[in-house]
């Protein structure tokens, strides 16, 4: 699995994504609330089928349903606290998240799929109301990935929008 934090995907910054199709440098960064909000929703939805379905993965080497949804909830936990760091430090250095060794610990493919889609719901909640709080000059405060990626806000709010809306895409095309 490759991940933001395993592989540079700030291209997707400047151009859209050939897989997915999210035209991410277009997106307006004060949207992006709305569209965790409406991700989620899909998410949620998804998680309602059959537990038993939901954990099949296609191959070894792709996640299942489920697993997408554990990593999506957890990516919008990780963005809300390294959205505060943005709002609260100045330029803070965002400790190293590895999404793969998250699953295997907490046993993504175990979890329950209802109790999942309570706490992606919640995470994207909490998310998207912290974005709406983003005003002026916010948008410009900045912040780093420890492999020197480098974020406004603005930027952070569209990197982060294309994971969810590509793992929805890679559970649904």
């Not at 699953?103 to 109301?129: F, I, K, M, S």
């Not at 900045?142 to 929008?161: E, H, K, M, N, P």
């Not at 969810?164 to 559970?171: K, R, S």
Request: glycine share 6%; charged share 25%; aromatic share 8%.
């Amino acid at each position: 699995m490759i991940t933001p934090d395993t592989k540079d995907w700030t291209w997707v910054l400047e151009r859209p994504c050939a897989d997915c199709g999210l035209d991410t440098p277009a997106v307006d960064p004060e949207a992006v609330a709305g569209m965790v909000r409406v991700n989620a929703a899909a998410w949620v939805d998804l998680l309602a089928g059959d537990p038993a379905e939901l954990r099949r993965r296609p191959d070894p080497q792709t996640w299942s349903l489920l697993e997408y949804a554990c990593h999506v909830r957890d990516v919008f936990r990780l963005f809300e606290i390294r959205l505060g760091l943005m709002l609260d430090q100045d330029d803070p250095a965002f400790p190293n998240w590895n999404q793969d060794d998250t699953a295997v610990e907490d046993r993504y493919a175990e979890q329950d799929p209802a109790r999942v889609a309570v706490e992606l719901a919640e995470a994207a909640a909490v998310l998207a109301g912290s974005f709406e709080q983003v005003g002026g000059a916010q948008w410009q405060r900045t912040g780093a990935r420890s492999d020197g990626a480098r974020f406004t806000v603005a930027s952070f709010a569209q990197y982060l929008i294309h994971d969810p809306v590509h793992h929805l895409h890679d559970v649904t095309a």
